[in-house]
């Protein structure tokens, strides 16, 4: 079991800059790939960026060049830094241990124009 817990979300103006952190409790997740989604109101969940456990990072096209995926094994931890924010990256972003069902509860990004 592992449970994971999202933090760093809030409200910031376009062309503003956040960096989400998600903690993982239970049991080391340094040999499992890791993934940030979105979840908009009315939209499909978006697989936004992956991480491998050796550190090989995809990202969706609509955020290629703005956000960076990292991961600390140490602290059992994985990052999603946002730059570039733009409105239509307001969603709620959750933090996956890839291709599996375990989650964690969320944390809403708000961006104004």
């Known amino acids: 079991q592992v449970r994971l817990v999202e933090s760093g979300g809030g409200l910031v103006q376009a062309g503003g800059s956040l960096r989400l952190s998600c903690a993982a409790f239970g049991r080391p997740i340094s040999i499992n790939p890791m993934a940030w989604y979105r979840q908009a109101p009315a939209k499909q969940r978006e697989l936004v960026a992956s991480i491998t456990s050796g550190g090989t990072t995809n990202y969706a096209d609509s955020v290629k060049g703005r956000f960076t995926i990292s991961r600390d094994n140490a602290r059992n931890m994985v990052y999603l830094q946002m730059n570039s924010l733009k409105p239509e990256d307001t969603a709620v972003y959750l933090c996956?241990?890839?291709?599996?069902?375990?989650w964690g509860q969320g944390t809403q990004v708000t961006v104004s124009s």
């Open positions: 996956n241990v890839y291709s599996t069902n375990y």
